[in-house]
């Protein structure tokens, strides 16, 4: 058994009941976040190609637009479902750090800049959900009884 191995079953052994409640919290932060981002993709696509921010890659900086907020809303999803936990918030890990260190703390370091300290928080949570796993309410959860269910009746 690997170090991730370890961490992901002292996970699944520690895991509160009541962290399935911050888990679907989160998740509904993520997809709330992707749907925010959707609807505003035409006033960030006006921002990068009026200020030239990313230079001649402003194409590239769209796609990546439209792949964060996909992304976002997917991801929010399974989280909130938890389905796929542990893989989900390890693809969510580098686009709450690019928010970090790229968007909200251009914002500075203020107590007022919630967005960055929500972004803090978001991060800290995938973190989280990553060693612990997705819970006993959780759709991995129940794929797991389900999959026991059948092999112990066979």
Known sequence: MNMVQKV???GDLHHPRWLDIVRI???LII???GVIFISSTGVQQDWIFQNKTFGGLGLMAVVLIHII???HVIGGLLILTGLLTRMVVVMQMPIVLGAIFFVNITKGLSFM???LWLSIIVFMLLVLFWIVGSGKFS???WIRETNDHQ???R
Do not use: I, M, Q, S
Request: without cysteine.
């Open 8 to 10: 992901e079953h002292w």
């Open 25 to 27: 919290f989160l998740g």
């Open 31 to 33: 997809f709330t976040k």
């Open 69 to 71: 907020a996909f992304v």
């Open 113 to 115: 800049n919630t967005e």
């Open 139 to 141: 759709a991995d959860n």
């Open 151 to 153: 092999h112990r009746h």
